[in-house]
């Protein structure tokens, strides 16, 4: 396994996806910019000084779900993030996305690759680490390293140690040792607020009760519990 960096490439998960067949287990790719970031939901993701990395599983996916994964990196990237600010307030805001002071500083894109069977599952991530400047948009929902800590970090040192830490999180993911579920419902940042969410067009109030082993959310709509995936709802907004 190992991380190969690329000047520009259109999209990392993208690179991954097309060449997933001559690449290795665990292989990673990192590019200093993006032509065609894909975002969440069919958005574009925007970059500045920042880091752009795909991660490539493509061995024992039998057993293994996308949702659980997608805790998983939240758990790698939460610690790794809360290790370089210790004293602010970082969460993790289900599915996706990872907040310091209540904006978000990364936004990951999990995408399958499927034939008959999942061939691959492509773990990609954007941390903003060097970004100063946003849209007028995003400047009350974004942040980065540099902002918060006026430090300028190396985007490459940052790749290392991300990769570092996922491989001994999956490691013990593959042990069985669900410690990255503990961290997402410990450092949540939806669990017992008020989310407005859409549903087949239609559009809800629930509260969120919990984060599930499987990935799932549940939810308190109208005092009546639902368990829901990333993949039925999406979330629309949060009220405090
Ligand atoms: C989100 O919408 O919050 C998810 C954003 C994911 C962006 C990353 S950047 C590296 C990787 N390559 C992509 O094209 N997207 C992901």
């Given amino acids: 396994m190992k991380i190969t960096y690329f000047d520009t490439l259109d999209s990392t998960n993208k690179y991954l996806k097309e060449n997933f067949s001559n690449l290795n287990n665990l292989d990673s790719v990192v590019a200093y910019h993006q032509t065609s970031g894909r975002g969440r939901l069919g958005r574009t993701w925007v970059d500045q000084d920042d880091l752009l990395m795909s991660i490539l599983i493509k061995e024992g996916l039998e057993n293994i779900y996308i949702e659980r994964l997608s ?67 995003l400047i009350i929902k974004a942040t980065s390293l540099k902002l918060i800590s006026k430090i300028k970090y190396d985007i490459n040192e940052l790749s290392k140690i991300i990769f ?35 549903e087949n067009d239609k559009t809800y109030l629930a509260k969120v009760v919990d984060i599930l082993e499987n990935g799932h959310i549940l939810l308190d709509i109208n005092g009546s519990v639902y368990e829901k995936s990333s993949g039925e709802i999406s979330l629309t907004d949060n009220y405090k």
Avoid at 122 to 128: A, L, M, P, S
Avoid at 173 to 178: E, H, I
């Fill in 71 to 137: 805790l998983l990196i939240c758990h790698t990237i939460f610690r790794t993030i809360k290790e370089i600010l210790r004293n602010n307030d970082v969460k993790i805001k289900w599915p996706n996305d990872i907040l310091v002071d209540g904006k978000k500083i990364c936004g990951i894109l999990l995408e399958g690759v499927s034939s008959e069977k999942l061939d691959a599952v492509i773990i990609g991530f954007g941390v903003n680490v060097n970004s100063e400047k946003f849209s007028d948009d």
């Fill in 164 to 198: 570092n830490n996922f491989l001994e999180d999956y490691d013990k993911f593959l042990m069985g040792d669900n410690n990255y579920l503990r961290t997402c419902k410990d450092n949540s940042y939806l669990i017992g607020k008020i989310v407005s969410i859409t």
